[in-house]
């Protein structure tokens, strides 16, 4: 599953620079996380580097991007051009 982040997002600045995939962006009001780019971290960290460092606990699962820990794999695959 992809992430996603909610209105609770206070713009912080910190999540963006985190994400290895380059998922996160600065959106009209708040950050936005491209699900086609979010692997919840698979293939680079054992958790999201995002919601770790997000003080206001506002990045959870987007329930429209159902994934499997398998499926992120492949998907980290093709993001950084890897065989597996």
Same mark, same amino acid.
């Given at each position: 599953?992809?992430?996603?982040?909610? $209105?609770?997002?206070?713009?912080?600045? *910190? &999540?963006?620079?985190? +994400?290895?995939?380059?998922?996160?962006?600065?959106? #009209?009001?708040?950050?936005?996380?491209?699900?086609?780019?979010?692997?919840?971290?698979?293939?680079?960290? $054992?958790?999201?580097?995002?919601?770790? *460092? &997000?003080?206001?606990? +506002?990045?959870?699962?987007?329930?429209?991007?159902? #994934?499997?820990?398998?499926?992120?794999?492949?998907?980290?695959?093709?993001?950084?051009?890897?065989?597996?």
């Amino acid at each position: 599953m992809a992430l996603m982040i909610t $209105d609770d997002c206070i713009n912080c600045d *910190v &999540c963006e620079p985190e +994400c290895p995939n380059g998922a996160i962006s600065p959106g #009209e009001a708040i950050y936005r996380i491209d699900p086609n780019s979010c692997t919840e971290c698979v293939g680079h960290y $054992d958790t999201p580097q995002c919601v770790e *460092v &997000c003080p206001v606990d +506002c990045i959870p699962k987007n329930p429209d991007y159902v #994934e499997t820990k398998e499926s992120l794999y492949d998907k980290y695959l093709a993001l950084t051009r890897k065989t597996g």
